[in-house]
């Protein structure tokens, strides 16, 4: 079992940039794969982006592609989302998942186990 907890969400300007973190305790990090989420107020919780085990294919939702980048240390069980050219619209709680989703459920909540209870993220000037 793994326990996920979120960190260095805030406020930031838009146009800036800010890192996010999920740390890992418990077992099996490294045998997982990995995501993040949003959920803006009075929206349904969205994908991000995912970084599957296996090969260690990135996948993007088309809003963030270009601008967010997903990357993982084992060695510290640290999953991290790199956050450029902050928009208004990326204003939400963001959520780290774990889970072993099949190729279909990548980008699905549904594909993921384990959550963190998320960081907030407002973009505001």
């Known amino acids: 079992q793994v326990q996920l907890v979120e960190s260095g969400g805030g406020l930031v300007q838009p146009g800036g940039s800010l890192r996010i973190a999920c740390t890992a305790s418990?077992?099996?990090?490294?045998?997982?794969?990995l995501a993040w989420f949003r959920q803006a107020p009075g929206q349904e919780r969205e994908f991000v982006a995912a970084?599957?085990?296996?090969?260690?294919?990135?996948y993007y939702s088309d809003s963030v592609k270009g601008r967010f980048s997903i990357s993982r240390d084992n060695a510290k069980s640290t999953l991290y989302l790199q956050m450029n050219s902050l928009k208004y619209e990326d204003t939400a709680v963001y959520y780290c998942?774990?889970?072993?989703?099949?190729?279909?459920?990548?980008?699905?909540?549904?594909?993921?186990?384990?959550w963190g209870q998320g960081t907030h993220i407002t973009v505001s000037s």
């Open positions: 998942a774990a889970g072993r989703p099949i190729l279909s459920t990548t980008r699905s909540v549904r594909g993921y186990l384990y």
């Open positions: 418990g077992s099996g990090f490294n045998t997982y794969s």
């Open positions: 970084l599957r085990l296996s090969g260690g294919t990135t």
